[in-house]
């Protein structure tokens, strides 16, 4: 059951929240991701807002849309999504990555509330929901499996297993989401001493998908409205598996992070973080 | 001495009984690793086709997809060569298994140091150290192909994740009709006052034939088969090692961690005694003949025999 539909402008705005509540969460916790998170959130709130099927008060409602992140260093985006739609109290935010929290560090089916898949060990969130994907048709189920991977992600091989078999079965009930923001942790070493090199040069990966017999549409990650219509014309892609290649900015909304791949893990310091909050429009800036 | 009456290999009792277990329950799903011709879940494809799902080469995706089946209500069985389910997609298994504690069988097919002329890529024998050092993981080594019929049952109704290990050639019958598999239960095959020996999978067929030909010499091997390597069954081992307070463990698998390892270290905790661990020593594998193989890395029969006769011996002297 969907809420009112929120607008484009409000899909915005609870991005906007959820990358406050991402690095609090973070420089409480004293550890954590923000790069990939911040350029998943747009994403992330649109689907959990406008796309989905889900019961929050009922988080393992069989016919429910499932979401798998196999990006699953970006949890603190996942977790802060999941709480603003009512699958559990903000406050839980406040325990990421602490002893005994339903939030770990990666993503852990068997605790968190609106988790579908466990992932974290790169590439794996993806293969399991194509298990899904599978066992959904073999059930005769109509629900829709989307999973988010990063761009960096995709280098394992274990991705192009998942891309092969998913084309040799047809899958056409998942929609695979590729945040290609162009920065790994730490990637290859460029010209210059402080040039990293993306994982994958210009259309590179969007052509390896299609390679793989997938039906690749493009998109600009951050354009919520763009990226609805988008979701929507996979969905009506039939007889092939979808991958959305969504074109991110690693750190996108606080402007220190941009595109900076030392941001991938990071705890900002006390002047960082009011500037964050500041550009964040967070009216209580500065309290950590 | 009576020598077994032949058996089947046990990925067929393995292959013939998912086939008719999944005519009653349509949970069984069966994923196959473009081995199902070797691990005979051939017969599986041919009656539930629309149930049977060929994953390719591709073992790492192929575990985290019968993960994903599991989480609808699905009871994925998953088979392949043992060395590739195992090694290779080890951290599919881990994560997205044993963590969450989901419901999938593991077929380990060809285990062991035979497997049709492969060599040393093909075999793994470290594969019962190896899984039963993961948290949540069951690990059952059939001997025979009546004890894999049995056993199959017990598996899919046990709720969460379980190594089965099969080894590939045809094994003697060593159980009758009326044998009641439980999970966690070891079975003595022999009562015995010198030594104890426990064993698992096919080797307890060769342990078996071993104590039959002590028992000519005058060497009265007490012999317990050890079908479930997690969870051990601790009561049994303790009261059979108290028996004779001399005990010897033989396996088609490194004597590294194995059911070795599991029975050594059950008793340094609860009833220290001498343990003598026969099985492969910390080598790896390579092609040739099954029996001279056997032979060579000394757990053949007569060379199980020879090992208890050393360990008598020497505890002794």
């Known amino acids: 059951m969907k809420t009112a539909e929120p607008t484009i402008a409000e899909i915005a705005d609870i991005a906007r929240r959820a990358r406050i509540q991402i690095l609090k969460a973070v420089a409480h916790a004293k550890g954590g991701h923000v790069g990939g998170p911040y350029s998943a959130i747009d994403m992330l709130a649109t689907l959990y807002f406008r796309v989905l099927n889900v019961r929050p008060d009922e988080p393992d409602w069989p016919d429910r849309d499932r979401f798998v992140l196999s990006k699953g260093h970006s949890s603190i985006a996942l977790y802060t999504i999941l709480a603003m739609r009512g699958f559990f109290d903000m406050e839980e935010l406040a325990t990421f990555d602490s ?164 941001w991938h893990s990071r705890v900002p310091t006390e002047e960082e973080f009011a500037i964050a909050m500041q550009e964040l429009g967070d009216t209580k800036a500065g309290e950590r | 001495m009576t020598s077994l009456a032949p058996g089947k290999a046990l990925r067929v009792a393995f292959g013939e009984t998912i086939a008719e277990l999944a005519r009653t329950d349509p949970r069984l799903v069966v994923l196959d690793g473009d081995t199902g011709s070797s691990t005979r879940t051939d017969f599986f494809e041919n009656e539930h086709p629309e149930r049977f799902f060929q994953m390719g080469i591709t073992e790492q995706n192929m575990l985290g997809m019968a993960a994903g089946m599991a989480t609808l209500g699905l009871i994925p069985i998953v088979s392949t060569f043992a060395c590739f389910i195992v090694s290779r997609a080890h951290d599919s298994i881990r994560v997205l298994i044993a963590q969450p504690k989901l419901n999938v069988k593991l077929m380990g097919g060809y285990a062991g140091l035979l497997a049709g002329m492969t060599g040393k890529t093909h075999l793994i024998f470290d594969d019962i150290s190896i899984m039963r050092a993961m948290a949540n993981m069951t690990v059952i080594a059939p001997a025979d192909e009546i004890e894999t019929r049995k056993a199959l049952p017990a598996i899919i109704d046990h709720p969460g994740p379980v190594y089965l290990r099969l080894t590939r050639p045809n094994s003697p019958i060593l159980f009758d009709d009326d044998y009641e598999f439980e999970i966690g239960k070891a079975v003595t095959l022999r009562e015995g006052s010198d030594i104890t020996v426990f064993s698992t999978g096919l080797q307890s067929v060769r342990a078996y034939e071993a104590a039959q030909t002590l028992a000519t010499e005058g060497i009265d091997v007490h012999l317990v088969h050890v079908p479930t390597i997690k969870p051990l069954d ?73 090992a208890v006769r050393e360990t008598v011996r020497s505890h002794k002297a």
Not at chain 1, 198 to 219: M, N, S
Not at chain 2, 238 to 256: G, N, P, R
């Open chain 1, 99 to 262: 002893i005994d929290s339903r939030l770990q560090g990666h993503p852990d089916m068997t605790i968190t509330p609106g988790v579908d898949m466990s992932s974290g060990s790169l590439g794996l969130g993806f293969a399991g929901a194509l298990g899904i994907a599978l066992g959904a048709r073999t059930l005769g189920k109509d629900f829709t499996t989307y999973v988010m991977l990063g761009d960096g992600e995709c280098n394992e091989g274990i991705v192009w297993e998942g891309a092969h078999v998913a084309n040799r079965y047809h899958l056409d009930n998942i929609v695979a989401i590729i945040d290609q923001n162009n920065l790994q942790q730490f990637g290859w070493r460029g010209d210059t001493e402080t040039e990293r090199l993306t994982p994958y040069v210009g259309d590179e990966l969007a052509g390896r998908w299609k390679a793989f017999g997938w039906h690749v549409l493009e998109v600009d990650g951050h354009d919520i409205q763009a990226f609805l219509d988008t979701v929507e014309k996979a969905r009506a892609v039939s007889g092939s598996p979808v991958a959305i290649v969504a074109h991110t900015i690693k750190g996108k909304g606080v402007s220190y992070m941009e595109d900076n791949y030392t």
């Open chain 2, 234 to 306: 601790v009561d049994a081992i303790v009261s059979a090692a108290a028996k004779t307070d001399l005990v010897m463990t033989s396996e088609e698998h490194t004597i590294v961690g194995g059911l070795g390892g599991a029975i050594a270290e059950t008793l340094a905790e609860h009833h220290p005694v001498t343990v003598k661990r026969h099985g492969l020593q910390d080598v790896f594998g390579e092609s040739g003949p099954d029996a001279a193989l056997l032979e060579k890395y000394g757990i053949s029969p007569s060379k199980t025999a020879e």
